[in-house]
Nanobody, 120 residues
Framework: QVALRESGGGSVQAGGSLKLSCTAFGFTNSNYCMGWSRQAPGKEREAVARIYIGSGATYVAESVKGRFTASHDNAKSTLYLQMNSLEPEDSAMYYC?????????????WGQGTQVIVSS
């Protein structure tokens, strides 16, 4: 059974940085994808970044490109999201997600979410 454990959310002023972590438990090979999505109150869930672990291929949403960086530590089975130059519009619940196989538009496994609050 796959489980995801997130950490690293919090409150920060605009222009600041946060780093989110998501450790995956239970994957039996490297043929899987991990990613981050976010959802602000009253808004739809938005894909932020994802990495196909087998190759390291990475996608970062246009809305955060240049400010957010996704990376993965294979030895720790941990996905990171380094968020720099944070803006109030980045405030949301951030969710880690994963699934076996290539990255797609839906996810099989979800973390519990970690809150990010950016104040102006």
């Amino acid at each position: 059974q796959v489980a995801l454990r997130e950490s690293g959310g919090g409150s920060v002023q605009a222009g600041g940085s946060l780093k989110l972590s998501c450790t995956a438990f239970g994957f039996t090979n490297s043929n899987y994808c991990m990613g981050w999505s976010r959802q602000a109150p009253g808004k739809e869930r938005e894909a932020v970044a994802r990495i196909y672990i087998g190759s390291g291929a990475t996608y970062v949403a246009e809305s955060v490109k240049g400010r957010f960086t996704a990376s993965h530590d294979n030895a720790k089975s941990t996905l990171y999201l380094q968020m720099n130059s944070l803006e109030p519009e980045d405030s949301a619940m951030y969710y880690c997600a994963a699934q076996y196989g290539y990255c797609g538009r839906t996810w099989r496994y979800w973390g519990q979410g970690t809150q990010v609050i950016v104040s102006s």
